[in-house]
């Protein structure tokens, strides 16, 4: 993702824009932790390389967010919460204008 600034241009790696959406999943209350659809997955990578990032040529960035949630707290609202955390951190630190955020609750602990 390229940033044009008054500066210069700023490229922001995909990894970097992972790294934001794992630590606003984390600060979010709710999660107990980032989960993944497979288990090779789970036993290979790092909780980080679970988030799934893309970007299109236009720039728009769509987050996939495996989590498993606290028992006792309400689905939809974890979801909503990590939806509006990561589109908060991603315009604030990365510029990020379009973002679509889907949450993925796997498992419940």
């Keep these: 993702m390229k940033i044009q600034t008054e500066f210069g241009e700023l490229d922001i790696t995909l990894n970097a824009i992972r790294k934001l959406v794992y630590l606003a999943i984390l600060e979010t209350y709710g999660p107990v932790?980032?989960?993944t659809e497979n288990w090779l997955s789970k036993i290979v990578g790092s909780e980080e390389s679970r988030v799934?990032?893309?970007?299109?040529?236009f720039g728009h960035i769509k987050v996939d967010a495996y989590v498993e949630i606290e028992y006792g707290t309400k689905i939809s609202e974890v979801g909503r919460n990590i939806i509006e955390n990561v589109k908060h951190k991603l315009k604030e630190f990365a510029g990020c204008e379009s973002v679509e955020v889907n949450v993925h609750v796997i498992d419940v602990k």
Excluded: H, N, V, Y
């Design 52 to 57: 799934k990032i893309q970007e299109d040529e």
């Design 33 to 35: 932790s980032i989960a």
